[in-house]
């Protein structure tokens, strides 16, 4: 077990503080009408990707000194610009002055989640599944895998309007790695990872598997894929945020994954002016 202190959790959270500000800024060419946008904030980055996106929240806040009154002002402003509720991670490692404030103005939790990972030095190989082959994707692959993951995601088809749109650019951000699980030539899972050259850390994300083809290893097998690739890349650490109690976590922990902390998503309607 790793003793995970403040230096560590900033290296964590920039697991999915990067990508988003990434895919932030890519969607901002992609889709101007939008007005995705990033700004600093904190030594963090606050996100705006999109009405309903599953990305956009500030992230890495309060790691280096207290939070002010000011910057939840600030905060604030950017989401209100953009008619959408503040959002914030809050992890145990973070300055205590930033849940101090986000409890002064009533915020409530959005989400919890756990933030799992491991050293990238012995991790053994995990051949995939007969009848599976694992390939490398592409940009080309967005739009199918945009799908793929809805489908994964909400198998009972009901997933928010346009969900696959805003998932497919994740796909295309600059240095992404993506690995296509198919059978028969035919997309059955997907996932994706991110190198973060500054703090030597591999973000594992985007990860989903057809439910008719859950239980056959196929997740292990990419994430193997995925840490094999960012082991080449000089990552010293992988890290994936998932949900407590969920299968992804187990099989994470199988793969020799620990917990670092539990952190919480908390979220505040913001009134216009």
């Given amino acids: 077990m790793v003793f995970v202190d403040k230096a560590l959790a900033r290296r964590l959270e920039s697991a999915e503080e990067i990508p988003q500000v990434k895919y932030a800024r890519l969607y901002a060419q992609l889709r101007p009408e939008i007005g995705a946008a990033v700004a600093e904030i904190c030594g963090g980055h606050m996100i705006f990707a999109g009405l309903n996106s599953p990305i956009g929240r500030a992230v890495g806040m309060g790691f280096c000194g207290p939070v002010k009154d000011a910057d939840l002002d600030r905060l604030e402003a950017f989401y209100r610009s953009h008619n959408a509720p503040a959002q914030v991670d809050v992890c145990p490692l973070t300055d205590p002055s930033l849940m101090e404030l986000v409890k002064t103005r009533s915020y409530r939790i959005a989400e919890l989640n756990d933030v799992l990972f491991r050293r990238l030095d012995t991790a053994a190989a995990v051949s995939a599944p007969r009848s599976v082959v694992i390939r490398r994707g592409s940009a080309q692959d967005a739009p199918i895998v945009g799908k793929m993951l809805t489908h994964s995601f909400f198998p009972n088809g009901d997933a928010p309007q346009g969900f696959a749109d805003l998932?497919?650019?994740?796909?295309?951000?600059?240095?992404?790695?993506?690995?296509?699980?198919?059978?028969?030539?035919?997309?059955?899972g997907v996932a994706a990872a991110l190198v973060i050259p500054k703090f030597e850390v591999l973000a594992l994300f985007g990860a989903g598997t057809l439910p008719e083809f859950r239980g056959r290893g196929i997740q292990s097998a990419l994430l193997h894929e995925r840490m094999n690739a960012g082991q080449d890349a000089g990552c010293e650490l992988a890290v994936v945020v998932t949900q407590g109690g969920s299968t992804s976590e187990r099989n994470c922990l199988r793969q020799g994954f620990q917990v670092a902390y539990s952190k919480a998503t908390v979220l505040k309607q913001v009134d216009g002016d």
Avoid: K
Wanted: proline share 9%; hydrophobic share 55%; charged share 10%.
């Fill in 167 to 188: 998932l497919a650019p994740m796909f295309q951000v600059d240095g992404v790695l993506t690995f296509v699980a198919c059978v028969n030539e035919n997309p059955v």
